[in-house]
């Protein structure tokens, strides 16, 4: 992984917090109230991702492109999708991101930039392409970044779209966040080489791996990819390595994975060992933090609260968005 001094001003690193921070509070009310039973449906956490969008996602301008997957929450909050509007796609109401009939697996928001979340492992990694493409076919400066797992590395869209992004110099950023388990595989199950950033070599494409549980080694590394990207410079694939705290879906118990490895992943959890860090290394004061701790969770309650009082959508959206409206001719 590389190593870097960092440069990076005292405002930038609590913001850095400050997301990380909305996106854990977003996170466990929403498990907290799924398990109470005030709700039901599926959900995949990024909890212990946190920082794996949150310093990427900091780069970006809100015309920017974000793809994301079905684990995506970390990624549309950093994009900037206001709370009460994701906490209400994901319970389904009509005043969603989607009018609630996208749900947690397929949240979108192009006017935050956030264009596909998809239920399809590795299927965004072409949508990127075709986002970057057209940004660079109307001579734009826009990036686009897609997220996924390292266990879409090893589909064949993976591949694909990275030897056309090379092959057309196109402006995306291909964010793996290696999470070091696919579904129920680790790592080492499905994956031969020691790094996914490897990878990259064989598509004469710039790769890099870097430590995605640490904000400001992750923020240095993707402001490089980011403008490079937009200066012209071409794709990279960049591995930010992270690891999952909740199990693949929302009430999976995480028996196969070692009990001794996921103690470890939580007591590394990136937010505390950050937030220790801001206050000994940067001289952040414990009080700010408190107050931004406080915030998020109020933020996150009132969105909650507001979603809840939203209406669900009309049976008449069944026969919207699905075909194409007619042209008169």
């Known amino acids: 992984m590389t190593t870097i001094e960092s ?3 005292q405002a930038t690193l609590v913001g850095l917090y400050r997301t990380a921070a909305r996106i854990m509070a977003f996170d466990t009310t929403y498990r907290a109230q ?3 039973g005030k709700f039901a449906g599926m959900y995949y956490s990024p909890r212990g991702q946190e920082f794996a969008a949150a310093s990427v996602a900091a780069h970006l301008r809100p015309t920017d492109y974000v793809v994301t997957t079905y ?3 970390h990624d549309q909050i950093a994009k900037g999708v ?4 994701l906490w209400a796609e994901y319970l389904g109401r009509a005043a969603g991101t989607c009018r609630g009939k996208g749900g947690p697996m397929h949240v979108t928001s192009p006017k935050h930039g956030l264009m596909v979340t998809t239920g399809v492992v590795g299927s965004g990694l072409p949508i990127a392409n075709g986002l970057a493409l057209a940004a660079k076919l109307r001579g734009t400066d826009q990036v686009a970044v897609v997220n996924f797992g390292d266990g879409a590395s090893n589909i064949g869209a993976f591949h694909e779209a990275l030897n056309l992004a090379s092959l057309w110099n196109l402006p995306v950023i291909f964010v793996c966040q290696n999470n070091k ?3 129920y595989t680790p790592l080492g199950g499905g994956t031969t ?3 996914i950033a490897d990878r990259a070599v064989a598509y004469s494409m710039n790769g890099i791996t870097a430590n995605g549980n640490d904000p400001v080694e992750l923020y240095e590394v993707a402001g490089v990819a980011i403008d490079r990207a ?6 990279t694939l960049l591995e930010a390595v992270t690891y999952r705290f909740c199990g693949h879906y929302f009430g999976d118990q995480s028996e196969y994975i070692p009990a001794e490895e996921l103690a470890a992943a939580n007591a590394a959890d990136p937010i505390p060992l950050f937030r220790q860090r801001l206050v000994d290394e940067f001289g952040v004061s414990g009080t ?3 107050d931004i701790d406080r915030a998020a969770q109020a933020e996150v309650d009132d969105a909650a609260e507001w979603a809840f009082d939203q209406p669900l959508p009309d049976p008449s959206e069944l026969n919207t968005d699905v075909y194409a409206e007619e042209i008169a001719r």
């Open 7 to 9: 440069q990076l001003d």
């Open 34 to 36: 799924m398990m109470s």
């Open 71 to 73: 684990r995506g929450l």
């Open 82 to 85: 206001p709370l009460r509007d």
């Open 181 to 183: 388990w696919a579904e």
């Open 193 to 195: 080489v020691a790094n």
């Open 230 to 235: 937009r200066s012209g410079d071409g794709p």
């Open 288 to 290: 700010e933090l408190d």
